[in-house]
């Protein structure tokens, strides 16, 4: 059984930066497009960013775009999100999820009801 652990947040002033982690396991890790997902109380989750199975493209929303860096280590199971430059609204548990072979640039890629595997989440908070 796949299961998706995410790491790395943490409290952080604006201007910061954080690395979170996910680390995939009981399964073909190779096969899945990788995304994240972030959620503040009260709303639904948003896209953040995917990457393609082998690490060959990678789509961002507008709102971070410039400012993270999604990435993945196939032989360590592992998919990685490299923030800078972060924002109070920035602020938002960060799960990481996946689909086999997903296209990456597509509208469904954005909407988390396409996903059927979650991690726990990680809380990213980010002062001013």
């Known amino acids: 059984q796949v299961q998706l652990v995410e790491s790395g947040g943490g409290l952080v002033q604006a201007g910061g930066s954080l690395r979170l982690s996910c680390a995939f396991s009981?399964?073909?890790?190779?096969?899945?497009?990788m995304a994240w997902f972030r959620q503040t109380p009260g709303k639904k989750r948003d896209f953040v960013a995917a990457?393609?199975?082998?690490?060959?493209?990678?789509y961002y929303a507008d709102s971070v775009k410039g400012r993270v860096t999604l990435s993945r280590d196939n032989a360590k199971n592992s998919m990685y999100l490299q923030m800078n430059s972060l924002k109070p609204e920035d602020t938002a548990v960060y799960y990481c999820?996946?689909?086999?072979?997903?296209?990456?640039?597509?509208?469904?890629?954005?909407?988390?009801?396409?996903?059927?595997?979650w991690g726990q989440g990680t809380q990213v908070t980010v002062s001013s």
């Open positions: 009981g399964g073909s890790f190779s096969v899945y497009t």
């Open positions: 990457i393609s199975y082998n690490a060959g493209e990678t």
């Open positions: 999820t996946g689909r086999r072979f997903g296209v990456v640039r597509t509208p469904s890629t954005t909407d988390d009801t396409n996903y059927g595997l």
